[in-house]
C-alpha cells in the first residue's frame, strides 16, 4: 500500500528485516539516512505515526533548516546509542517511508527469523563508523542518521513559507500553535530592532557567576531558575562553560521536573567525534525542544532533549512542593 499519505495518527509497521536490507544501498541508507543497529527491536512491529518530517534543524554558528523528504517520526521512538559508543543525545529515530507499511491497528505483527535479522545487524554494524580527515590527519569516527543529515537534506530559507504551511496541511502543527508562533516572531522582530530580547536572560558578560554545583542524580527533582538568575552565570555569547543558553528553554523557568540522567557523551553531529563532556550536564524528564522559538528553525520536529547546566536548576527539597512537577510525556 502507498505510504505517500501518511500522516500523524496512521498506523505503520515496520518491515521485516529482509526487506529492509533490500532498500539499503551499499552505505546501509535510504536516501542519505542509514539504518541504525539500535532500529532492530523494531522491526516488524506496530507503530503510529507521530510526525511526517518536512524538515529538519541543523546546529551551526547561525542554526537552519533543512528539508529531509520522505521521513517519518513514528510515536517518540529514540536512539539509545547501545551501537555508537553510548551517545546519550537519545535522538527521535528518522524511519524512511521504505522502511514501514500502513497497516490496520488490528494486523499482525510481521517477525523475522533470526539469520535475517542477523544479516541486518551485521550489515548496519559494519557502517556505524567511518573515517574522516581532520587538521592532523585521518581519524575514526562515529556515523549515525544525524551525522549524516547534512548530506541528506537539503537547505530551507527562513522565508521559505511553504515550508510552515507544510506543517499545517500535514498535521504536525495545529493553527492555534502556528499562529501563536508567528505572532511572537513579530513581536520579537520589532524588539530586536529597539534592542530587547525577549525570552534570553540578561548576559552578566565577564562578571558572570559560576553558580551552584547540586551533584545531581536521575529521580531528583528540580525547578529550572528565572531568567534574572539563569543571566548571571552567561558570558556574552549566554554560554555558561561552553554549553549556550537557548530560548528553547525558556518555558521551563520556574517549573520543576525530574531529573531524567546525567549526560557524559555525546557524538558531535557535525564531526562525528564522541564528546566526553566534563562539566555538570543535566537533561530534565518531560521537557524536549518544541523548535516555536527558533526563528530560522521554526517548527523543526526533532524534539531534542535540551542540557541544563546545574547552575540553572534549584534543588527540590521533599518538603517544598509549592509548585507541580511536569510529567515525562
Known amino acids: 500500500m502507498s505510504t505517500k499519505e501518511l500522516r500523524p495518527g496512521d498506523m505503520v509497521r515496520v ?19 542509514p539504518f541504525m543497529p539500535e532500529m532492530i527491536p523494531h522491526v516488524g512491529r506496530h507503530y503510529r505515526v507521530s510526525k511526517r518530517i518536512e524538515k529538519i534543524c541543523w546546529f551551526t554558528a547561525e542554526s537552519s533548516s ?17 551501537a555508537h559508543g553510548g551517545c546519550q543525545a537519545e535522538c527521535r529515530i528518522y524511519w524512511k517511508e521504505a522502511w514501514v ?34 587538521d592532523k590527519g585521518p581519524e575514526e569516527v562515529y556515523r549515525c542518521q544525524i551525522t549524516e543529515s547534512l548530506g541528506a537534506s537539503t537547505p530551507l530559507h527562513p522565508r521559505e513559507w511553504g515550508q510552515y504551511v507544510a506543517e499545517v496541511r500535514n498535521g504536525n502543527v495545529g493553527i492555534v500553535r502556528f499562529l501563536r508562533a508567528f505572532v511572537r516572531m513579530n513581536i ?32 531528583d527533582i528540580v525547578e529550572v531558575r528565572p531568567l534574572e538568575e539563569i543571566g548571571t552565570t552567561l558570558d556574552e555569547n549566554l554560554k555558561h562553560r561552553g554549553l549556550r543558553y537557548s530560548e528553547e528553554m525558556t518555558p521551563a523557568c520556574g517549573k520543576r521536573f525530574r531529573v531524567k540522567y546525567r549526560v557524559d557523551r555525546l557524538i558531535d553531529e557535525n564531526t562525528g567525534r564522541m564528546i566526553e563532556l566534563k562539566n555538570d550536564c543535566i537533561v530534565l524528564d518531560g521537557f524536549v525542544c518544541s523548535g516555536d522559538r527558533s526563528p ?7 524534539e531534542a532533549y535540551p542540557i541544563f547546566r546545574e547552575a540553572w536548576l534549584r534543588r527540590v527539597e521533599d518538603d517544598d512542593r509549592s509548585l507541580p512537577l511536569v510529567k515525562s510525556t
Open 296 to 302: 530560522s528553525s521554526l517548527f523543526c520536529p526533532r
Open 188 to 219: 520579537w522582530r520589532v524588539a530586536h530592532r529597539l534592542g530587547r530580547y525577549p525570552d534570553q536572560p540578561h548576559r552578566a558578560g565577564p562578571d558572570r557567576v559560576d553558580g551552584e554545583k547540586l551533584g545531581l542524580e536521575a529521580g
Open 101 to 134: 507499511e500502513r497497516v490496520e491497528a488490528n494486523a499482525p505483527e510481521r517477525r523475522s527469523d533470526e539469520a535475517s535479522l542477523e544479516r541486518l545487524r551485521a550489515f548496519v554494524s559494519d557502517r556505524t563508523r567511518t573515517t574522516k580527515t581532520f
Open 66 to 82: 533543512r528539508r529531509l523528504p520522505g521521513t517519518l517520526f513514528l510515536e517518540d521512538l529514540r536512539c539509545d546509542g547501545s
Open 15 to 33: 518491515r521485516t528485516a529482509e526487506e529492509i536490507l533490500a532498500t539499503l544501498d551499499d552505505e546501509g541508507t535510504v536516501e542519505g539516512i
